[in-house]
């Protein structure tokens, strides 16, 4: 069993930045790749950004050149910077991981809110 506690959302104004970090615990090195997704109000759940253990990164065409994934796999983290945010990021944000044998894992979501 993997465990992901995700924090830093928040309220930001148009064209402002918000960091996200997740920590993940539990069964941390059956993990292979960790990301985030979002899910805007009736609105399906869509990735947003990927990192595999290897550091191979993955993005939405919405989001590229405006967010950046990172990991610290020392630290068993994974964070989401996410500048000139637009309202339409609006949307409640979940951590990710994928551990071997397929298994997906989920954080228990973090609001981000972006005012026009």
């Known amino acids: 069993q993997v465990q992901l506690v995700e924090s830093g959302g928040g309220l930001v104004q148009a064209g402002g930045s918000l960091r996200l970090s997740c920590a993940a615990s539990g069964s941390i090195f059956s993990i292979n790749a960790m990301g985030w997704y979002r899910q805007a109000p009736g609105k399906q759940r869509e990735l947003v950004a990927t990192i595999t253990s290897g550091g191979n990164t993955n993005y939405a065409d919405s989001v590229k050149g405006r967010f950046t994934i990172s990991r610290d796999n020392a630290k068993n983290t994974v964070s989401l910077q996410m500048n000139s945010l637009k309202p339409e990021d609006t949307a409640v944000y979940y951590c990710?991981?994928?551990?071997?044998?397929?298994?997906?894992?989920w954080g228990q979501g973090t609001q981000v809110t972006v005012s026009s």
């Open positions: 990710n991981a994928v551990a071997t044998k397929w298994l997906y894992y």
